[in-house]
């Protein structure tokens, strides 16, 4: 049973670049929310995906976009990357018709703009 | 979703157990009690989860007493590999499957030999 696969693991982009980031739900999971986690803080809330669409937004700028797919597999989308966007981007799952379920978490991929 | 206070940090040695302590003044009545640990580099991993009294599993246990403005994650005879970052959350549906989570900063958890 596959877990929340994300890739690449890591990436070096430079300032004005756009990244985008993968992430794969674990199997029977068909929604997909994205964490950015800085260096020694805990991870915040960027947008959560669910039928394809955007559900729910944290406090993050346009720049910060999504997208999911049919086959609930998801991207996140970064424009005009600042240093500041220099952080760990973790990728969470969870089946939303099973309510208390906890969310499964990947291992994340290590962004660093230079 | 409710504000969670965890201490900053804790040292333990082998085979003690560890208790930390988490408070959530204003829980509302729908709200559960989840707790992820975390490694460096790693996405976080669920632990435990609960309602209310006691919950138990196979690596924790957590007391919630009755006012439910409080919890306590117990980790039973602790070994080098529990240290990491602990966070306690609170949330509608518990890790609230169809919502966001919000993390605090966590408590790091400092294992000694």
């Known amino acids: 049973d596959a877990g929340v696969t994300q890739s690449p693991t890591h990436l070096i982009k430079t300032r004005g670049q756009q990244v985008t980031l993968r992430c794969s739900p674990k199997?029977?999971?068909?929604?997909v929310s994205w964490y950015q986690q800085a260096l020694g803080q805990g991870p915040q809330f960027i947008f959560q995906?669910?039928?394809?669409?955007?559900?729910q937004r944290g406090n993050f700028p346009d720049r910060f976009s999504g997208h999911q797919f049919p086959n609930y597999s998801s991207e996140l989308n970064v424009n005009a990357l600042l240093l500041g966007d220099s952080a760990l981007y973790l990728c969470?799952?969870?089946?939303?018709?099973?309510?208390?379920?906890?969310?499964?978490f990947g291992d994340g991929t290590r962004l660093s703009i230079l | 979703l409710a504000k969670t206070t965890q201490p900053i940090s804790m040292d333990s040695y082998e085979g003690q157990e560890v208790n930390i302590t988490c408070s959530h003044n204003?829980?509302?009545?729908?709200?559960?009690i989840t707790w992820y640990q975390q490694f460096p580099s790693q996405g976080p991993r669920f632990i435990i989860q609960?309602?209310?009294t006691k919950v138990t599993n196979e690596v924790a246990s957590l007391f919630i007493p009755a006012d439910r403005k409080s919890s306590t994650l117990s980790l039973p005879r602790v070994s080098l590999s529990d240290t990491a970052v602990y966070y306690c959350?609170?949330?509608?549906?518990?890790?609230?499957?169809?919502?966001?989570?919000?993390f605090g900063q966590g408590t790091t958890l400092q294992v000694k030999p």
């Open positions: 204003n829980i509302a009545t729908n709200d559960y």
């Open positions: 199997s029977g999971h068909d929604t």
């Open positions: 995906y669910y039928e394809e669409e955007e559900r």
């Open positions: 969470a799952s969870s089946l939303a018709t099973r309510v208390g379920q906890p969310q499964h």
């Open positions: 609960g309602y209310k």
């Open positions: 959350l609170v949330g509608e549906g518990g890790s609230s499957n169809t919502g966001k989570l919000i």
